[in-house]
């Protein structure tokens, strides 16, 4: 099993839509849970950052964890063509390494 | 932008030639990281650095050695390049004081060819 899961894609939105990510981790004493964005050919970039079980909000972007189920998603309302990308999750190991997933592909067609 | 260079920013080697790749800092970070991403398999982490002259193993580590000689430097170093070792390498800083903090901060990235 994988230590941070997260389907491929590439998942496609309709422009205006609400574009869902998700993410799955096996490390149960993980505390801190990351959202990078990654452009093609550039560096990842990060967007959103979860610690506490629940929902956190930043414009039109929310991050919910859920340490039970031990999941993260990313939620992105009102979708824009600039929203394309590979979304990466990313979860702290060990206290120092950030482990992260193979990233999904998302497309937002105007 | 949280002061990161890497370079080269491109590199071509032959198999069997050693190759170094650099990553410079302004802001006095302690903890450093080297990652590689390959299609299908995401980031992986090489090695890191908690200080000068402090380094330990990622989980794709053979083949790859580190030197932290001032806080500002991390270099990576592929003792003899395969072609296995044709990637994109991404340098990172942790740039809270501890890494759970803040998540990461990367730089540009290496794009190394091996032919």
């Known amino acids: 099993q994988k230590e941070v899961e997260q389907n491929s894609g590439p998942l496609s939105v309709p422009e205006g839509a609400i574009a869902s990510l998700n993410c799955t981790y096996s490390?149960?004493?993980?505390?801190?849970f990351f959202w990078y964005r990654q452009y093609s050919g550039k560096s990842p970039e990060l967007i959103m950052s979860?610690?506490?079980?629940g929902d956190k909000e930043d414009g039109r972007f929310t991050a919910q964890l859920n340490k039970a189920s031990q999941y993260v998603s990313l939620l992105i309302r009102d979708s824009q063509p600039s929203d394309s990308a590979t979304y990466l999750c990313?979860?702290?190991?060990?206290?120092?390494?950030?482990?992260f997933g193979q990233g999904t592909r998302l497309t937002i067609n105007p | 932008d949280a002061g990161i260079t890497q370079s080269p920013r491109h590199k071509v080697t032959e198999t069997g030639t050693p190759v170094t790749l650099r990553c410079h800092q302004t802001?006095?970070?302690?903890?450093m990281y080297w990652y590689r991403q390959d299609p299908g398999h995401g980031l992986r982490l090489i090695h890191y650095?908690?200080?000068?002259?402090?380094?330990d193993k990622g989980e794709v580590s053979d083949g790859y050695s580190v030197s932290r000689s001032k806080t500002e430097d991390f270099l990576l170093t592929l003792e003899s390049a395969t072609s296995s070792q044709t990637s994109v390498y991404f340098c990172?800083?942790?740039?809270?004081?501890?890494?759970?903090?803040?998540?990461?901060?990367f730089g540009s990235g290496t794009r190394l060819t091996v032919v």
């Open positions: 979860i610690y506490s079980n």
């Open positions: 990172a800083i942790s740039v809270g004081r501890e890494p759970t903090n803040y998540g990461y901060t």
């Open positions: 650095s908690y200080g000068v002259k402090d380094t």
């Open positions: 990313a979860v702290i190991q060990g206290a120092q390494k950030l482990v």
């Open positions: 490390d149960r004493v993980s505390q801190s």
């Open positions: 802001e006095n970070h302690r903890y």
